[in-house]
């Protein structure tokens, strides 16, 4: 029975390991075909859009009911699965504002909804760094390989989302409100992506083992959210043509989003199994000592 489990879950972190590789091959398909149609690539990142902030909501949330209300982990995927709800409701200012009602209180609305959304996210991710240390693992790497991780990562993630949050900084004092949006999300992509880190060590620390998986798939995410960054602060600057640059973020934008599916549902597997097996482990103790009272 444990190895039929074991084959089981095995297939379904497979599914989980493929599943962001053809949702992006779908985006993709779907961006070349509407390509040379005016605004079909900003049609294609509409649509999408809402599909993979459901899918990630919906694992962030498989993740935390496998928990109780008072679990370190509950608390973790609960807030990480209010961003891209949040985000979903950002995702309603266009169809609001065609509704009639004023554009900037829609504008305003959203800045809001994009502060709230990407500071629950920070948190979330903080909490995840942090719980390779609670449960005290031990990081198979020295204090220094460890501290030019963290280096490495912070300069990345300023290379990254630094130019963003300058550009939408100097725009939101010069009197742009909606600049807070920019500056918002490159805030908040700047400090996930720093904590990278953290996370890669923890799946380091697991590796081998299924308990791994939820961190390999956050990490896996979180680079593909940097890919995102790097092709909207440098592409311009590299003479990239506008649509392209629109297919890379929109393309990034779906592999973060179902990268983060999987790694809520992989966390929802094995509690699953660790459960089953835990429940294996007494109901055979059990046994033991009632053939050994008999």
Do not use: H
């Not at 994009?114 to 005290?136: D, E, P």
């Not at 280096?151 to 130019?163: D, H």
């Amino acid at each position: 029975m444990m190895d039929n489990s074991s084959s089981v879950l095995r297939l379904q972190l497979g599914f989980l390991v493929a599943m962001p590789f053809v949702w992006i091959g779908a985006v993709f398909i779907a961006a070349l075909l509407f390509y040379e149609q005016t605004g079909g690539i900003a049609l294609v990142r509409t649509l999408q859009s809402p599909i993979s902030e459901m899918l990630w909501a919906f694992g962030a949330l498989s993740a935390a009911f496998r928990y109780g209300r008072k679990d370190y982990l509950w608390k973790a995927w609960f807030l990480f699965a209010c961003g891209p709800l949040l985000y979903l409701m950002y995702d309603l200012g266009p169809w609001l504002a065609s509704m009639g009602l004023p554009r900037t209180a829609v504008e305003w609305g959203q800045g809001l909804i994009v502060v709230c959304g990407n500071g629950l996210q920070v948190v979330a991710i903080v909490m995840f760094s942090r719980a390779w240390k609670l449960a005290g693992l031990d990081v198979p790497l020295s204090s220094k390989t460890q501290i030019v991780i963290r280096l490495i990562m912070l300069v990345v993630a300023v290379a990254a989302a630094g130019p963003g949050v300058v550009l939408a900084g100097m725009a939101w004092f010069s009197g742009d409100a909606s600049a807070v949006l920019g500056l918002s999300s490159s805030l908040g992509d700047m400090f996930s992506l720093a904590l990278m880190a953290p996370l890669f060590m923890t799946a380091f620390s697991l590796r081998g083992g299924v308990m791994s998986w939820p961190w390999i798939f956050m990490t896996g995410s979180l680079l593909g959210w940097l890919v995102g960054d790097i092709a909207l602060t440098w592409l311009p600057y590299m003479g990239a043509d506008a649509r392209d640059i629109e297919i890379v973020i929109a393309l990034a934008q779906s592999y973060g989003s179902v990268m983060y599916f999987s790694a809520g549902y992989a966390q929802r597997l094995v509690a699953v199994a660790i459960q089953e097996r835990t429940s294996l482990n007494t109901r055979g103790t059990t046994q033991m000592l009632l053939d050994e009272s008999g």
